[in-house]
């Protein structure tokens, strides 16, 4: 068999990268939009526009862990557990209030990075906006 011989295939069309939360023509390359969804998935900005209102943002086993952690090292902070012998401890030190004005400083930032409710605000007001024009139209 030789070269000539062969079918030479055109190569595929370059992929077109869409701006954020435009939807391409050519679905990235692929025939139709249920067979990108079934290869290939949400695209980031798809998965944000579908997160449920209702989904939480903080799963609660992973508070539950947290609060078992913080109780274990806050009763290894008292003078009767983890001690060397011979080695006397007060009951009161700066350190247990400390640690908790900084994690309460980094539950607040984790909440604030993991709120979702700015994000579904401004949502909800651009579709109030767009239903708005629409019936001015």
Not at 56 to 81: K, R, T
């Amino acid at each position: 068999m030789s070269d000539a011989s062969k079918e030479k295939k055109a190569p595929p069309l370059p992929v077109q990268e869409a701006e954020w939360g435009e939807q391409p023509e050519n679905q990235y390359g692929y025939a139709s939009e249920a067979e990108r969804l079934s290869k290939r998935g949400l695209e980031d900005w798809e998965m944000v526009e579908n997160i449920s209102e209702s989904q939480h943002n903080i799963p609660y086993w992973f508070i539950a862990i947290f609060l078992a952690l913080l109780l274990v090292a806050v009763g290894l902070n008292f003078p009767f557990w983890g001690d060397r012998p011979g080695y006397e401890r007060d009951w009161f030190n700066w350190g247990l209030p400390l640690a908790v004005v900084y994690t309460s400083i980094a539950i607040a930032v984790i909440y604030w990075l993991v709120d979702y409710r700015h994000i579904r605000s401004a949502k909800k007001a651009e579709r109030e906006n767009n239903s708005n024009t629409q019936k001015q139209d």
